[in-house]
Structure formats: C-alpha cells, structure tokens
C-alpha cells in the first residue's frame, strides 16, 4: 500500500525552512520580549501589593505588641507593692457608689465606683442573703477600687479604650472587673464600656485552654469570642497574686488569686477597629524570646520585622519585634485581585493573549518549518537509500576512508571485487597538501581510473574515492596510439617526401625558368617568342601545382602561418583584376570590379594569403565561363572601432554546381562534374586551400550557384584596423567645374566609377545610351566595345581591360586601364587640362619608350641596378651559374663559393655587401654556416636560397639569423625585392643606375654548356674515386651533385636513375649490385655527352 503523503510538503529547500524559522523565532523574541515586560509589569504590581500589605501587617502587629506590652506593663504595676499600698490605704471617703446589680443562686455581682468620674468596678462574691453578705463585698472595695485606680492610669497611658482588668480567684467565684463584666450590664448606661469577656469566662479560659508563657514572664491565652458574624479574637495575659488576707475575704486560705487583662484584636487600632482584620491569622512567641528593656515602662512602639512566604491559599506575611512578641498574616490571592483589579485583569489578559501568540507560532513552526523538516528528512532518507543502491548498482568502486586513522569506513561490493588491499586505496587517495586527487592506477591487471576528494561523513572528515574500470578504454586508447603513430609516421614520411619532392622540383625548376628568363632578354624571333611564352605558362602552372601540394601539406600538418603587415584592400584587388585581365579578355568574358569607397585606405592581415584565395576565385571563376562575364565586389560589412568586415563577391556566368555536389566542393581532390561522367579539369585542391585558409583567417566563404545560373562565392574576413585609415578623403584631383559622363554596359560599373570620381572632386553622373543635350563636360566610357557608339565632341576616356596603367593621349580620346581607379581618376584630370602640345607629347613619347606595350615580355622592366657586392653559396654549379648571372643582370658584383666552409673562410664583411647561401650544401650547410657568422658579430644581410617550402624550414632559418628566405626557383623581380629589403640600407648609401642595357648575350648558351661539361667531367672522377674507395656517403653526395646538372639539360630519364641509386645506397649501403649500377649509369652518361 503505498505510503501517504504528508500534508506539509510545499517547503522543499532547507534555505525556505531557515528563512521561516528564522521568521518564526523572530515573533517569539517578539513574543518572549512582550512576556517578559509583562512579567516584569506584574511583578511590579505583585511586589507593590505585598508590600502594601507588609507595611499593613507590620503596623497591626506593631499595635498589637503595643496593647500587649501594655497589658504586662498593667499586670507589673498592679502586682507591685507600692500598687498593693495604695489599694490599702484607706479611703478618703465613701464610694460615690456601689449597688447590687445582680444575683442569682450562686453569686452576688456588685458594681461600684469610688468617685463619680472614677473607672466603675464590678465584684462578684458567693450569694449571702445575711447581712454579712454585703460586708463580704465591701471588703472587696478597697481592692476594686485600687485595681480600678491602676486600671484608669495605665488605660489613660497606653490609650486602650477596650482592655479589661480582672482580678479573680480560681478556686471561688469571688472576681473584680475593671471596667465591667458582659453579662453584669443592667443598662444603656454602661454600654460604652464595651465589655465583652466577663470574669467568669477568664477564669474558665485559665481552667480549660493551655496558656503560654509572654516574654515578659506571664501566662496569655487566644480567646475566640462568638458573635453573629465571624468569631472575634482576643488575647487574655495573666499572672499570679498575693494579696494579704486583710484585702481579701475572709475564711479563704486555699485562694488562688490571679491578675488577668483582656484585649480584643478589633480594639487594638485606636482610630479604626477593623483595619487588618482580614490579614491577621494568629500570635506567637518566638523562642527563647524576653522582654526589652524599658518597652513595657514607657510603651514605646517596637521595632518591627517581617518575611514574605507564599503558599496555596495566599502571600502569608510573618512580623516579629525584638522582644520575642510575633505574628502571622495571611493575605488570600483574591485580596490582590481586589485591591488592583483593573491592573491585573490587564496582565491576565496579555497573559493570555501571550499564551495564545505562543500557541499560533508553535502550531506555524509545526506547519511550515517540523513537518516539511519531517517530510524533506524522510525524502533525505530515501534519497540516500536510492543513493546506496544506486552506488551498489553502478559499475563504479565506492570507498570513503576515514582522514584521521585512514581506516575504510564504507564501501560497495566492486571496491571489494576491484581493489583488495587496503593500504594500495590508502597510497593512491591520500593526498596531504591537496583537497582532491585524480590519476589512473593498474591493479590485479584491471586498469583503474579514480578521483579521490575530501568530505564530512557522519561528522567525520573523510576521503571519497572512486574507482571505474577503463580496461577497455586502456585497449581502445593503446590501439589509438598505435594507429595515430602509424599516421604520424606516415604524414611524417608524406611531409619528409614532399620537401625532398619539392627541393628536388623546385632545383631543376630554378634553373629552367631563370634560363627562360635570361633567355627573354635575348633577341628573339616572334615565333621564337611564343615558344618561350609557352614554356613560362607550363612552367608556371608546374609551379602553381607544386605550391598547391605544399600548401596543402603546410595546412594538414598544422605549419600554415599568418603575417599580419599593412595592406591596401582596394589595391590589393585591383592587382587579382590586372594579373586575370589578358586571360579573361582572351576568353571575350567582361571582368570588372566594384569597389565601395568606405572600404578602408589600411588593414592588417597577411595579403599573400588574401589574393592566394581571391586569385584561386577568380581564376575559376575565369576557367569555368565560356560567355557573358566575371565581376568582383568589394563592399564594407560590419565595422567596429578596431575590426573591418570586408566581403568579396566573385559571380560569373559560367557552368554552374549542381546542389548534390556543393557539399563536397571544399573537401580536398574533388572535382565538380558540369556533365555526368564529363570532369572539369583541376586538381581538386584549390577550393579546399581557399576554405583551409579562411578558417585559418577566422573567415567565411559561402556559395550560391546552380547549373546553368553560374556561381558566386562570397568571401568575409574580419581585419584589424586603425582610426586613421577607416575612410579615404579625396585629394581634389578633379576640379568640379566640368561635368564628367560615365558609361559602362552594366549600370553598377558606372555607379561605382561615379563614386570615385566625385570622391576624387568630380561632378560625376552616370550616362546611358543617349547622349546628353549638350557636349560639355568629359565622356568616360568603360568597355567601350561592349557599348553602342554615341556621337561625341568633347573629351573622351576609354578605359579599356589591356589599356596602359598610365594614361596616354591617343588621336581623339584618352586610353587607360579599366581596372585601376586611380589610373581613371588621373585619365579625367588629363583630359580636363587638354591636349598636350607637341613638344610636351615628345617629351611623354621619350618617357615611354623604354615601357613595352602589352604582351611584350620584359622580365627586367623597372628593375634598378642594386650594385651590391654579393657572396654567394651554392653546392650545384648549374645553379651557381644561372645565379651569377641574375645578380649580374641586377648590377650586382658576384663572388661564387662552393660550400659552407669555403663561404666561411672567404667571408669579410669590408669586402662584402650580403651574402646569398643555399640551405643545403656539403661539409657546413647554411643553417650552420648562419648561426657560424651570427655568433662572430656578422650584421651584414644574409639571404637564405633553398627549394625548401616547408613553414618548419623557414622558421629555422630565421632563428639561425636569416634576414630573408626565398624559394626556388627565383626569378628576377624576386631576387630584386629580395635584395632591395635586405640590403635597404646600403642600397640607399649607393648611387644606383638605370636599369640594365637589354642587349643580347650570345656568349650565354657556351657558357653554361661550358660549366656543365666541367662539373660533370669532375663530378665523374669524384664517383669513380668514391667506389675505388667504396665511400658510401662520397658516392650519395657525387649522385645529389650529378642529378641536379643533368636535370638543367633536360637528361630526365638518367637524373630519376640517379635518385633512385642514391636512396638505395643511403639505405643499403654500397653493395656489389649498386657499384655495378653506378658503373653502367657513368658509361651511359659519357654515351650520352660524348664530349665528356
């Protein structure tokens, strides 16, 4: 049966049980505070009340030991002798009066009164009808009379209107009353005397009670009187007397005479007899209690004290005086009650009301705080029950050890299963100086991998430690390993095989083209020409294809870096235009470009890169349009203060992608498919380079294109900007005065070449087919074949795609380039000037003469003469040869060096400008040889020349001391830059000429042959002696040297033979086999070349 749940539940967290306890403990201070102000209240009260009703009792009690006292003060006086003289001296004269009052069978009762305003007396003797009876009580007068006297002069004293004075013979009814006796009253006249204890009553009081001793030596008994209401108290005190017999009657020697005052607790307060009444209980004497001094002489009030007691019926207060004399109180609650009862209504009603509160809040903490504890404890119990099953369940080892002996204290079953010994758990999870520890740990052959941290269990600090069983992720992991060192291996030996390929491409390729370079200079023939144009083109793409395998190497092994130099964004495509613009204008494609003018003046990012992707675009953008056009945007995205978005968009009118096949585009080796089993010729590698290095650049590249539609590629990449290049400002090159027309056949060409001539100072608008009214102003007209002719008289620019960088005056019209904006801007200026006159147009003619027009190969064109004095190092002679003779070219003083060692020695900085080393020579290569010069203080520039690509290479050369690092093979224009920034410095000292002569070298041909005979008759001595010697490593080294000559003169066949023996002689060493293969190769080459 499923358990109910409880009621309270809604309080989950132990943060809303705190808040409201918190807020429950509040309102009980509050409640606690309000209690306690009341306590203190009623306190106040209670206390007021008790010590009203002390100083109450005190002042009774202090009454009451007066009359006391002066009741043993009366009994004194009157047993002295002098009090017995006196009542036997004979009287002056008769009573004024002394009557028979009344009688009855037994007694005669007589009062007198020995003067009228005397105290009256009354005499009770034995009923004697004789007529001695009445002598019996007029003997008795003189006593009475005395008595009455001591009696009238205590009474005036002490102030005592109700005590009465008996003097009574125990043994006979014989009594005398001071003043009167109850029961002797005849009439009103007497009443005020107020007597309410007769002597006959004493005298059965004396015979029936137990008297007590006073602290003044005499007997007192409590008296209850009876009365209609509630019986009144008093108090009898009396003592013995001796009388002679002379004062007494007659024939009585058995008389027993005793002297007795009464006094009633109503008459003891004089102005009010009833005050006190109702706290009074009972009188006492204390033990061992005797008289004061002098109290009872001068009745002087004693002092008195009192103690609090409190019991079940009320507060009972106990006074007592010095002379032993005490009292008890008893003051009922209901007298409290009746003497405040507004003031304690009041506090029983807050009392309550306080009782009420406690009750709300402790009926609000059971609610909202007990039971949801209950409920969130009994869901803490059943969590950790779910939480030890699942524990035991999981296939985890648990285990937590006590921090302070490192004794286990709680485990599940696989910690038994898994891990045995305890001190192994001790060992591996105790850390001393950390409050957590991980690691992996192999135990019984079962690889473990635990977690071990510090927490309080069941108040104890201990250490929580667990343990999963990674035996098969160990087995996956040592597989992984296994398989990612056999890949790196093989990418290490891909790497290893693409720079051998590539030094050993880029060596044979180096000489090619620098010959074909050097070839240009020569006097050729037209058809001549379009050989050499041929063989640059192939030797070009070779090239290109070459690159593109190392840079998809550089990208997979992660050695793909980025500079970060200043850089145009508007120049830099305008230069991707330029270098396409023959190719697609051989194609009829229209190829332009628009460029926004908020496009920054500077950025920073790595330019090569920037046109290696826009150059592979628009190159198949190019390569896949047989009609229509090619255009490229440049427009400014997103911009911030430091970043500039730029955004190139590429779109042709060409084939077209299929969706099916987008996907895959940007994957290495693939090839689009415009026909199904019909590919587009490519290697596949130039989209994937273009996306690697996007990613690289934290850029983008999208694609929207679908066969037949064409394709375009949009390009984003965030660059770093500066506030001084984020807008260009024109310079006023145009004056406004004139308006300038623009037509172009598409109408955002026009817009954008009307942009930047306004932002040039021009009144520039765009002009479709139809001329304006009148033919003022400047025509410009972009692609002027692709537009209807329209008659105009005024100036004319035709921007044309092969039009001159700068702009020249033709018969009627200016002639410019239509992919430089700049060059438009400086045509419209020309042609607001006018027409130049003829001497001005000689001297322009005799500037340009020396400027080939388009499609005449000048590989020297703007070339300076450097006139450095260079040391070079090379290892391969064909090399070296081609390498004098760039430097040659380039004014520069050459002296050659064959190795390291050799440069070293020649090397002297006073004779020297720079020094040109390859990377890879014999006995000291360069990157020693660097390092070698560095550390003698060498400052001079020293270029590296290596056909080594690989980013590792470079940036080894560069710690070595490298100033710049070119790739082979190096053409003219590389060499000069190179050298330019290297060598600024001295450049800038030197007077530089122009550049060299383009006159022709017939010698150049038998010069080369020359040294390729030399070194290969040289080199085949060398190998000769090396397989006398059999010298594995000289025979290696004489291959290397060999292979590289006979690739220059196109000796292929035996130059793959010769690489092929070199790799199997570093591996196997000379052997038998291998020297024979040598011997038949060296014959081969002397059939070949019989010269040598």
């Known amino acids: 049966m499923p358990r ?18 918190l807020r429950v403990q509040a309102l009980f201070i509050v409640t606690l505070i309000i209690t306690v102000i009341m306590l203190v209240l009623c306190y106040w009260i209670v206390n007021g009340l008790i010590h009203l009703a002390s100083n109450e009792a005190r002042t009774h009690f202090q009454q009451l030991a007066a009359n006391l006292h002066g009741q043993e003060s009366f009994l004194a006086r009157a047993a002295r002798n002098d009090a017995v003289r006196l009542a036997l001296a004979p009287p002056q004269a008769r009573p004024a009066s002394f009557d028979l009052i009344d009688s009855d069978a037994v007694t005669n009762t007589y009062e007198g009164q020995r003067e009228s305003l005397a105290m009256p007396y009354i005499i009770k003797v034995k009923r004697d009808d004789s007529a001695a009876g009445g002598d019996l009580a007029s003997r008795l007068q003189t006593v009475a009379a005395g008595l009455s006297n001591v009696y009238g002069t205590y009474r005036s004293a002490w102030q005592q209107p109700g005590m009465q004075g008996f003097l009574l013979d125990l043994n006979s009814p014989v009594s005398i009353s001071v003043p009167c006796s109850e029961d002797s009253m005849t009439d009103d006249v007497h009443r005020w005397w107020r007597c309410p204890l007769s002597a006959d009553r004493v005298r059965e009081l004396i015979y029936t009670q137990s008297s007590r001793p006073s602290p003044a030596g005499d007997r007192w008994i409590s008296v209850n009187l009876p009365s209609a209401g509630a019986d009144r108290l008093g108090y009898v005190v009396y003592s013995a007397i001796e009388l002679p017999d002379a004062l007494w009657l007659p024939d009585t020697p058995k008389r027993d005479l005793v002297l007795a005052t009464f006094i009633e607790m109503r008459d003891v307060y004089n102005g009010d007899p009833d005050y006190g009444r109702v706290y009074f209980e009972r009188l006492d004497i204390l033990p061992g209690a005797g008289l004061a001094a002098g109290a009872s002489e001068h ?51 807050l009392i309550l009301l306080c009782a009420g509160g406690c009750v709300v809040l402790y009926r609000r903490h059971r609610n909202l705080v007990v039971r949801p504890a209950q409920a969130s404890h009994e869901r803490v119990v059943e969590s950790e029950s779910f939480n030890r099953a699942v524990i035991e369940a999981a296939r985890v080892a648990v285990c937590a050890l006590r921090v302070s002996d490192h004794r286990i204290v709680a485990k599940n079953r696989l910690a038994d299963d898994w891990l045995g010994d305890e001190e192994i758990v001790r060992r591996l999870t105790f850390a001393p100086d950390s409050p957590a520890k991980t690691g992996e740990v192999e135990i019984n052959g079962r690889h473990l991998s635990f977690s071990a941290s510090r927490l309080t269990y069941q108040g104890q600090d201990v250490v929580l430690a667990t343990f999963s069983d990674i035996s098969d992720h160990k087995r996956v992991q040592t597989a992984l390993a296994q398989a990612k060192r056999a890949a790196d291996d093989a990418n290490a030996g891909k790497t290893v095989f693409l720079a051998t390929m590539s030094h050993e491409i880029r060596t044979p390729l180096y000489g090619t083209l620098g010959t074909v ?32 395998i190392l840079d998809v190497s550089k990208i997979e092994s992660r050695q793909m870096t980025l500079k970060d130099h200043r850089l145009d964004p508007a120049t830099l495509t305008e230069e991707i235009l330029q270098a396409y613009a023959a190719t697609a204008d051989a194609k009829g494609l229209q190829f332009f470009s628009t460029i926004a003018t908020d496009v920054p003046v500077y950025a920073y990012g790595d330019a090569l890169r920037i046109k290696q992707v826009l150059n592979n675009l628009v190159s198949n953008a190019i390569k896949f349009t047989e009609a229509g056009w090619v255009r490229v945007d440049l427009t400014l995205g997103a911009t911030s203060e430091h970043q500039a978005m730029l955004e190139w968009h590429i779109a042709d009118t060409g084939l077209g992608i299929a969706p099916d096949q987008q996907p895959h585009l940007f994957q290495p080796f693939y090839q689009a498919h415009a026909t199904p089993g019909h590919a587009l010729p490519s290697t596949g590698l130039g989209l994937y380079i273009c996306h690697s ?29 500066t506030a001084d290049a984020t807008h260009r400002v024109g310079n006023g090159e145009i004056a406004a005065s004139s308006s300038v027309w623009v037509r172009a056949p598409v109408a955002d060409l026009a817009q954008d070449t009307c942009a930047w001539l306004t932002l040039a100072g021009a009144n520039a608008r765009p002009l479709h087919n139809t001329a304006p009214l009148k033919d003022d102003g400047i025509l410009v007209e972009l692609l002027p074949e692709r537009l209807p002719p329209i008659e105009w008289s005024g100036p004319r620019v035709s921007c044309i795609p092969d039009g001159p960088d700068k702009p020249q005056w033709s018969l009627s019209e200016i002639h410019v380039t239509s992919h430089l904006r700049h060059s438009i801007v400086e045509a419209v200026a020309l042609a607001q000037r006018g027409r130049p006159t003829p001497a001005e147009a000689k001297q322009a003619e005799a500037d340009t003469t020396n400027d080939p027009g388009p499609g005449t190969y000048r ?66 290569n360069g990157y020693e040889l660097v390092r070698t010069l560095r550390a003698r203080s060498t400052n001079a520039p020293i270029i590296g020349l290596t056909a080594d690509a690989l980013q590792t290479q470079r940036e080894a050369g560069f710690a070595a001391g490298l100033n710049a690092w070119v790739v082979k093979p190096v053409d003219l224009r590389t060499l000069h830059d190179a050298l330019s920034t290297a060598c600024a410095r001295i450049i800038s000292a030197k007077f530089a000429g122009p550049p060299p002569p383009n006159k022709p070298k017939e010698f150049y041909d038998d010069h080369l042959r020359a040294a390729f005979h030399t070194t290969m008759r040289e080199d085949m001595a060398a190998m000769r002696a090396a397989l006398a010697a059999h010298d594995p490593a000289a025979a290696v080294a004489m291959l290397h040297r060999m292979r590289g000559s006979l690739v220059v003169v196109n000796a292929e066949d035996i130059a793959r033979f010769c690489g092929v023996l070199e790799q199997k002689i570093a591996m196997d060493g000379l052997t038998p086999v291998l020297e024979n293969a040598i011997k038949s190769t060296l014959a081969q080459i002397a059939e070949q070349f019989k010269e040598l």
């Not at 004290?305 to 006074?319: A, M, N, P």
Request: hydrophobic share 40%.
């Open 299 to 349: 009745g002087a009030l004693e002092e008195v004290h009192s103690r609090v007691h409190f019991g079940l019926e009320g507060t009972r207060i106990t006074t007592w005086c010095d002379d032993g004399w005490t009292a008890s109180y008893l003051v009922p609650y209901t007298q409290f009650f009746q003497a405040a009862p507004r003031q304690l209504t009041a506090f029983a009603a």
């Open 517 to 548: 370079e050097l070839l240009g200079l020569t006097p050729l023939t037209n058809l001549q020409r379009g050989y050499l144009r041929t063989i640059q083109t192939s030797s070009a793409g070779l090239l290109n294809v070459i690159n593109d």
């Open 859 to 924: 590989p020297d064109a703007g070339l300076r003469r450097l006139g450095l004095r260079v040391l070079a190092a090379e290892d391969n002679p064909v090399n070296r040869t081609l390498l004098v003779r760039q430097l040659e070219e380039l004014g520069c003083e050459v002296t050659l060096c064959a190795d390291g060692v050799e440069t070293l020695a020649r090397w002297n900085s006073d004779e020297f400008d720079v020094l040109i080393t390859d990377m890879n020579m014999p006995l000291m």
């Open 693 to 721: 290095l996007c990613e690289l650049m934290q850029g983008t590249i999208t694609l929207d294109s679908s066969p037949g539609r064409g394709s375009a590629f949009t390009f984003r990449l965030p660059l770093r900007i």
């Open 4 to 21: 109910s749940t409880p009621r309270f539940t809604r309080i989950a967290t132990i943060g809303d049980l705190a808040r409201i306890s």
